[in-house]
């Protein structure tokens, strides 16, 4: 599995909707903490629609508020439906879609009404398979507009605040500032990377749904080249289809004052970007690699990031040397032995007929667990050498039952230190084989 499990930047090819409500706070209130969960560098937060929670990705690189996935909750209604078209990152088609209106957004302590929401209407379109918890949408311009917001990686949190001059002060005691721009409803950057012993300067999309560390796109500055040491590999999914590109180490990345160094950047190919609308003098795209290593403010209304460095900041930028893409592929049940805490009673010692004590301390139990199953394999990856294909399904990961894991886990496990050995026994035509491969840094 990469190490992003799968990188989503979605931008829609439709003319926004102006007038929708602000995200307002409660009487009283005036800032809403939120947990989140974190995967593979991803955002991923609770929000009520029209009464009904669902989990959303959190997407500095989309404009509007986009649902799919829906299959599990038929209880969520939707007003004011017309039908149209979206397309984005990917090499394929457009999608049919929905543009509702009149939507009620709601987090504990804050909510926007008059929302636009955007429903894709193929099931196939889904990133719960991929990610490992269940995604039901994306938002991105309509969350982040009008109130300040802090994403906190270390603590796993999101907290709004309202954007007035005494929270931009606290804030700014506490973090460095650096000034940014809004164009066309998302935040962008000017950075640095030296790369091919050039340094080029570059405009990139602060994309917070990009769970890689920088993407550039090479047709698009003369400057930007791959470095001769590379692979090709699959980047992500987007509406339009399978994001493909290379991907090499570079000596620096920077951006304010801050330096990363042999970050690995992605090289998208140019028909995986064609149908993206690019702003002005935008090269690329600076992702969650990058962004876990601080915790965020955007201040939206001011064009002002606000940056405060975690313990994450000086880790080393690793990738899944391992070359497979895990994916969800249902759920089985699995009958699990449990020991139970009981009190021997006087008199109720029994034997079998062999004269073995009979004892009544477990119990078995059932419970729904994940099955995985291989979805792409890179070329000339550890993974392909050994012989495994597409569609395998993992059975166990170093002896261990996979589901035992989490997605998360097996995607920490593919990025370990080279020369770790990997084996796995698989299923494949109802015959059970067993694959080692060592992992090995190809950059």
């Known amino acids: ?27 009283g209130v005036e800032k809403v ?37 829906l299959e599990d909750n038929p209880k ?19 999608i049919e879609g929905l543009k509702t209106t009149n939507n009620i957004l709601d987090l504990d302590g804050v909510k926007a009404t008059r ?13 719960s398979s991929q990610i490992g918890i269940p995604v039901n949408g994306i938002i991105g311009y309509q969350f982040f507009k009008d109130n300040l917001v802090r994403i906190d990686y270390t603590s796993k949190r999101i907290i709004v605040y309202k954007n007035d001059d005494l929270n931009q002060k606290k804030i700014e005691r506490k973090f460095d500032k650096m ?5 066309k409803f998302k935040p962008y950057l000017i950075g640095k990377v030296d790369i091919n012993e050039q340094k080029v300067q570059v405009k990139l999309l602060i994309d917070i749904g990009n769970s890689d560390s920088v ?50 950047v992605a090289f998208p190919d140019s028909s995986s970007i064609k149908n993206v609308r690019m702003v002005k ?37 690793s990738y899944n ?53 291989i979805a792409n394999i890179r070329k000339n990856s550890a993974a392909a050498k050994c012989g495994l294909q597409v569609g395998d399904l993992i059975l166990k990961v170093n002896k261990t039952a996979a589901y035992n894991y989490s997605l998360q886990k097996l995607n920490e496990m593919f990025k370990l230190h080279e020369d770790k050995w990997i084996y796995l026994e698989i299923q494949r035509n109802n015959e059970v084989l067993k694959f080692a491969f060592q992992l090995v840094d190809d950059l």
Not at 1 to 27: E, H, R, Y
Not at 179 to 183: D, K
Not at 339 to 361: H, K
Request: charged residues 25%.
């Open 179 to 183: 000034t940014i721009t809004i164009e």
């Open 281 to 317: 003098n935008r090269v690329g795209s600076i992702g969650g690699e990058i962004l876990k290593r601080f915790s965020v403010v955007f201040d939206y209304k001011n064009a002002q990031l606000y940056l405060k460095k975690n313990g994450d900041f000086n880790d080393h930028f």
């Open 321 to 373: 040397k391992s070359g497979i893409e895990i994916k969800h592929n249902g759920i089985q049940w699995v009958k699990e032995t449990v020991r139970l805490e009981t009190v021997p009673i006087s008199g109720a010692i029994t034997f079998d007929n062999e004269g073995n004590r009979i004892t009544n301390d477990f119990k078995y139990k059932f419970q729904l667990k994940p099955i995985y199953e």
């Open 76 to 94: 969520v209604n939707f007003f004011n439906s017309e039908k149209i078209t979206l397309r984005g990152l990917g090499s394929e088609d457009a």
């Open 1 to 27: 599995m990469k190490k992003k499990c799968v990188f989503f930047l979605l931008l829609l090819t439709i003319i926004p909707v102006f007038g929708q409500d602000s995200f307002v706070f409660d009487k």
């Open 215 to 264: 993407w550039l796109f090479q047709n698009l500055s003369d400057q930007i080249k791959v470095p001769a040491k590379n692979f090709d590999d699959f980047l992500g999914k987007g509406f339009s289809g399978d994001i493909e590109g290379k991907r090499a180490r570079i000596s620096n990345f920077s951006f304010d004052k801050f330096t990363f160094k042999s970050p690995i």
């Open 33 to 69: 903490s939120i947990p989140i969960k974190l995967i593979n560098n991803l955002v991923f937060v609770p929000i009520k629609v029209n009464g009904v929670e669902l989990n959303f990705l959190l997407d500095t690189g989309v404009e509007e508020t986009i649902l799919f996935s």
């Open 115 to 127: 929302q636009l929401i955007y429903v894709i209407l193929d099931q196939s379109f889904n990133l």
